[in-house]
Every structure is written in C-alpha cells, then in structure tokens.
Nanobody
C-alpha cells in the first residue's frame, strides 16, 4: 500500500514563500507522474504542477514563474516551491502520485495542507 504524506503549508504574507513536500512510501516507478493540486473554497480542485519520473514538467499558467516543482528520487519525495505568493494562491494543496500500471492508473492522494496568503 502506497502512502503519501504532505508537509509545509502555513500562513504567509503576500510576496512570501513556502515549500511543500510530499513523501511517498516506496520508490518511484518509471511510469509515475507526481502532481500538486489545489482547491480553494467554492472552487473545483485544479492542477498546479506535474512532474514525470523522467523529469518532464508542466506548470499551470497562473503560477508560472513563481512556483517550481521538483523531485528527489533518492528520498522518494517531490516538492513545490512557491515564491511571490498572492492571496489568490490561498487553498488546500494536495499532492498526488499517479502510477500507471499495465491496465489502469492508480492515484494516491495526500491528505492536503492549507496554504493561506494574507494581503
């Protein structure tokens, strides 16, 4: 059973930075994708950034230039560095390990961590 644990959320002033971490139990597979998502009150969950095992990165336009996704294969972890935070970034942030098997994909979600950006 895969476990995914997040850490690093909190309260920060606009313009500040936070680093979210996602620890996965077990090694990454070559077919894995690791993603960060967020959900603000009243909104649907949206993708923030995704990184593949091979290192390909996709970042949503609203955070490009401010957020960076990375991974550490040796530690089975991936990260979201958030700089120049804005009040609109306030949300619960979730990490997810997307694991592609032969016949289906499994999604392992973290419990979510609150990020609050004050103006």
């Amino acid at each position: 059973q895969i476990h995914v644990d997040e850490s690093g959320g909190g309260l920060v002033q606009a313009g500040g930075s936070l680093r979210l971490s996602c620890q996965v139990s077990g090694s990454f597979w070559s077919t894995d994708k690791m993603g960060w998502y967020r959900q603000a009150p009243g909104n649907q969950r949206e993708v923030v950034a995704v990184i593949t095992s091979s290192g390909l990165i996709n970042i949503t336009d609203s955070v490009k230039g401010r957020f960076t996704i990375s991974k550490d294969d040796a530690k089975n972890a991936f990260f979201l560095q958030m700089n120049s935070l804005k009040p609109d970034d306030t949300a619960v942030y979730y990490c997810c390990l997307h694991r592609q098997g032969i016949e289906r994909q499994w999604d392992y979600w973290g419990q979510g961590t609150q990020v609050t950006v004050s103006s």
